[in-house]
């Protein structure tokens, strides 16, 4: 229980006559006394809280940046009538800052014996489960000086699922696709390196197409049609460890990497390959694997919900060992890892061998755009040592990309709002060349 504002108010104003009047025990007793009956006449008459019934509905997944509405049931079955203000209690996460107060709290009147319906609207911030804390009700009699105050347990999860931002590339991503695959009127004919099938022969054909044994059977020149591979395996291997969590703008390399991830898994999918998913630092956090080409992109959005950088090195033998362990068969494999020379050299370069001698290996990075920014700056002698900074650091990373590339890595080093795009290509690329 506990007292309101009202009945805080109504003391202090009933002080003041008590003071100038007739100070002492009898004038503060003649003012309180009616005040404190009125109270405890108020708190009878407010509807227990212990006794409520209470429960939720409404959505259990969201996408960051989007808005979930949560439905809290609220039954009264007392006699009396239901004057309350609730506050529905999520963590501070589950709002943009400063909008918590106005969206967890609510008021209502049920009448006795019926029920109402309160929707809690929340806007994450970030990624993972949250879960719904306690339900405060605050009960008061129709006087409003007293209340009746308790806590109820009301469990809901809601998982918040990644942006997947990129998806805008998606359109001009699949019509390249399309182009490789010879389904769309382009200038040139569609290329890729499984056989199709034949047709005949048409001025301007490249003659190193001619099928001579289908012409020998037939009064025509035959000439063969290629598609680009189907039925490729790729395997996005996302690194956890601590430099992922290096913060790139708002939000930490790891978010922008699956990103990227999840417009390459919708590209291959489309494109008719198979897409697993491995997340590991020292230890797996994330497996996907075997879905068909409708559920992938649903299973790694749910997988990578959950996925946090954690700060610890990441090792680099034990992930080549489990991302060989996946993929038996050749396969693409892409890395979304750091391209810092610290990491590639002492844990990724030793152990690459391993992987490019079985498998194609594509190396994705997140750069930060702030070093293009110091690189430019003038001035002052502050910015030109900023600048001599991001020239060494710039220098730093294009060496490690070029060990990386003469080790048959192809390696793809762009901003957070580059990367996906960037990466689909890199995608493309390699299939019109026929090296997946």
């Given at each position: 229980m506990a007292p309101t504002g009202r009945a805080a108010l109504l003391a202090a104003l009933g002080s003041l006559p008590v003071g100038i009047w007739e100070p002492g025990w009898t004038g503060i007793l003649a003012v309180n006394a009616p005040l404190a009956v009125a109270c405890a006449c108020d708190f009878a008459l407010a509807a227990p809280v212990r006794r409520l019934g209470l429960t939720r509905s409404g959505d259990t997944a969201v996408r960051l940046g989007d808005t979930a509405d949560l439905t809290l049931t609220i039954t009264n079955p007392s006699r009396r009538p239901?004057?309350?203000?609730?506050?529905?209690?999520?963590?501070p996460s589950s709002w943009q800052p400063g909008t918590e107060t106005a969206a967890s709290r609510h008021r209502l009147v049920i009448p006795p014996g019926e029920r109402r319906r309160v929707i809690t609207r929340?806007?994450?911030?970030?990624?993972?489960?949250?879960?719904?804390?306690?339900?405060?009700?605050?009960?008061?009699?129709?006087?409003?000086?007293?209340?009746?105050?308790?806590?109820?347990?009301?469990?809901?999860?809601?998982?918040?699922?990644?942006?997947?931002?990129?998806?805008?590339?998606?359109?001009?991503?699949?019509?390249?696709?399309?182009?490789?695959?010879?389904?769309?009127?382009?200038?040139?004919?569609?290329?890729?390196?499984?056989?199709?099938?034949?047709?005949?022969?048409?001025p301007g054909d490249d003659t190193r197409s001619i099928d001579w044994r289908a012409t020998a059977r037939q009064s025509a020149v035959a000439v063969r049609t290629w598609r680009p591979e189907r039925d490729r395996h790729i395997l996005l291997v996302l690194d956890t460890g601590r430099t992922s969590a290096g913060r790139v703008g708002d939000a930490p390399r790891l978010d922008a990497s699956m990103d990227a991830a999840l417009l390459l898994a919708a590209l291959a999918s489309r494109a008719g390959?198979?897409?697993?998913?491995?997340?590991?630092?020292?230890?797996?956090?994330?497996?996907?694997?075997?879905?068909?080409?409708?559920?992938?992109?649903?299973?790694?959005?749910?997988?990578?919900?959950?996925?946090?950088?954690?700060?610890?090195?990441?090792?680099?033998?034990?992930?080549?060992?489990?991302?060989?362990?996946?993929?038996?068969?050749?396969?693409?494999?892409?890395?979304?890892?750091?391209?810092?020379?610290?990491?590639?050299?002492?844990?990724?370069?030793?152990?690459l061998g391993r992987?490019?001698?079985?498998?194609?290996?594509?190396?994705?990075?997140?750069?930060?755009?702030?070093i293009a920014g110091m690189a430019t700056a003038r001035g002052n002698a502050d910015a030109v040592y900023e600048a001599a900074a991001?020239?060494?650091?710039?220098?730093?990373?294009?060496?490690?990309?070029?060990q990386l590339r003469r080790r048959g890595v192809t390696v793809v080093d762009a901003t957070p709002e580059e990367l996906a795009p960037a990466l689909a290509d890199a995608y493309l690329a390699l299939k019109s060349a026929g090296r997946l």
């Open positions: 239901l004057r309350a203000r609730i506050r529905d209690a999520w963590p929340l806007r994450p911030t970030r990624r993972g489960d949250r879960r719904a804390d306690r339900v405060t009700v605050r009960s008061y009699g129709p006087l409003g000086l007293f209340a009746r105050q308790g806590t109820h347990t009301v469990p809901w999860t809601v998982r918040v699922l990644p942006p997947f931002t990129s998806r805008k590339h998606l359109p001009s991503k699949l019509a390249r696709l399309r182009e490789l695959d010879g389904r769309t009127s382009v200038l040139t004919r569609g290329e890729g390196t499984e056989f199709d099938s034949l047709r005949d022969y048409v390959d198979r897409v697993d998913l491995l997340a590991y630092d020292r230890r797996l956090r994330a497996l996907v694997q075997g879905r068909t080409a409708g559920d992938v992109l649903p299973s790694l959005v749910g997988a990578m919900a959950t996925l946090e950088p954690e700060l610890v090195e990441t090792d680099a033998r034990g992930l080549a060992a489990m991302a060989l362990r996946t993929s038996p068969r050749r396969s693409l494999i892409v890395l979304l890892t750091t391209l810092d020379a610290a990491p590639i050299e002492e844990g990724l370069l030793p152990v992987l490019t001698q079985r498998h194609t290996v594509l190396l994705a990075s997140v750069a930060d755009p702030h991001a020239a060494q650091a710039q220098a730093e990373r294009d060496r490690t990309a070029e």
